[in-house]
């Protein structure tokens, strides 16, 4: 799409996008003459603006994530609603390995790092569960509504039940496990850790656009 302000007839003024008044009211043609172009046609005095900052709210498709020396690349986002409440689940992707980045920021920045695991789960959902040797303990169950990008396709409000538990054991190297139930999909089950931001590196990747 061309932008508005952008291609219009030679002669014609361009709007303001951020420069002084006067080059405003400068033509392009006045600008070329005067060697100005660059603060015309950008309105940043010829400096480029700095891409924002990447964290872990905002990474998007294709971004890259390093987590224990290996290198992910961002294939899915979703964003789950429940009741307002916010959060994010990533899908990160070493060459097939995969790795589940889930993201909450609610007082207090919650990051998870978990992996898929094949788990047989009864029904009704049990409010304890043991796997690996580990004790966990039901923290909370609901429903949310779920927009994704990336690998499950571009969907809005998808409706996904989901339980969240507690591991029991103070030792345990794996302290979440969670899970999902998508429509009418079968039952799927993530453990894994809980980590700092510090332990991730973030770097922009190939800038695909969500939209």
Known sequence: MK???FGGKPGKAR????????????TMWEAIRQG???????????????????TVMNLALNDIVTYEEAEYIVKDKCT???GGSIWYEYTLDDN???????????????????RKIDFDVDEPVPSKIKYDG???????HSFAKVDTVGLRGKKEGVKV????????NDDADNDLLSIEKWGGSDFEVYCGCSV????????????????
């Open 161 to 168: 039940e989901y339980w969240d538990f507690e591991c029991q």
């Open 96 to 114: 097939g390995k995969y790795l589940y980045l889930s993201v909450e920021d609610d007082d207090a920045l919650e990051i998870g790092v978990l």
């Open 15 to 26: 709007q303001n996008l951020g420069g002084s008044p006067s080059d405003a009211r400068m």
């Open 36 to 54: 100005k172009f660059i603060e015309w046609m950008f309105g940043t005095g010829g400096k480029k603006k700095k891409a924002g900052k990447k």
């Open 3 to 5: 932008k508005k302000g």
């Open 80 to 82: 789950y609603n429940d």
């Open 134 to 140: 580990n004790k966990y303990k039901l923290d909370e």
């Open 196 to 211: 700092k931001e510090y332990e991730l590196k973030l770097l922009p990747g190939g800038g695909i656009d969500e939209d």
